[in-house]
């Protein structure tokens, strides 16, 4: 029997990326070959293109903002908007901010404050 696998870090994560991140992984597991390990980078840190990883990039982008959304986002100038966006859509604001800069809709400097930090916690013996 396989099992599927997903790793993340949350070295630098935001919750945008996180999201995004997971939902990417969990898109090859849903489209695509279970038999395949799929890299994103080699060890140089440089970026593998292939079919697959566009698609996955492509369904957790639209799993999380769908595409009917999407011409909203050009609209959303200031924090009000897309928290208000978000609460609409049922995302966190944070996801809405990382999609907005990605897309060069805002500046990469801009509302980060609407993100969440992730960090690892150490879990005690209960």
Known sequence: MHKALIQLSLY????????????HEAAH?????????F???WNSGESLKSEQEGEADKW???????PE??????KLKYE??????????????GIVVGRLQHDRLIDPSWMN??????HFQEIENV
Do not use: C, M, Q
């Open 12 to 23: 630098g994560k935001t919750n945008d990326r996180f999201w995004f991140n997971f939902f």
């Open 29 to 37: 597991i849903l489209l695509h070959d279970k038999e395949n390990i």
């Open 39 to 41: 890299l994103d980078e």
């Open 60 to 66: 957790s982008r639209e799993f999380l903002i769908p």
């Open 69 to 74: 959304y999407e011409g909203e986002l050009a």
């Open 80 to 93: 009000t908007d897309v928290i208000d966006f978000a609460e609409r859509i049922g995302i966190h604001p």
């Open 113 to 118: 404050n609407l993100k969440v930090s992730l």
